[in-house]
């Protein structure tokens, strides 16, 4: 919502309701930034496995221009980071956790815009729990 029609909503409303809808925005925006920080370390952690994969390729198809031993080197070191980084993440599944900050998040989105919608058609039930 617009600040102005924000404030017009926010101004025909008890105090009571005014709590529950602040309560409502407030999660709303932590599981928001939360699902943004979530969606940046899935991201970065795929493409870190898929880079050194990559390169782990390129050295080991490097025959005539590194050194065979240097070679085999940095082949074993790029894999052990590859097997670290993945292990890491299958261990503590990060992937798991945004998918269920998504879908909490998308269930606040939801009980923000009833919680609307019967507060500014008046048919707001005071007696109504709400639950994720």
Do not use: C, P
């Not at 052990?80 to 599944?93: D, E, G, M, Q, R």
């Amino acid at each position: 919502m617009k600040k102005v029609e924000l404030d017009e909503f926010l101004g025909g409303m008890s105090n009571d309701e005014k709590y529950i809808y602040s309560l409502i925005s407030k999660q709303h925006d932590y599981f928001r930034d939360k699902d943004r920080r979530y969606r940046k370390v899935v991201k970065s952690i795929k493409v870190s496995i898929l880079t050194l994969s990559m390169s782990g390729t390129v050295v080991l198809g490097l025959k005539t221009v590194i050194n065979i031993d240097v070679q085999v080197v940095m082949g074993l070191i790029i894999s052990a980071l590859v097997t670290f980084i993945t292990s890491l993440s299958s261990y503590f599944n990060f992937e798991k956790y945004w998918m269920r900050n998504i879908s909490i998040h998308i269930r606040l989105n939801v009980m923000r815009d009833e919680f609307i919608f019967h507060a500014l058609s008046g048919t707001l039930d005071k007696e109504k729990t709400y639950s994720l």
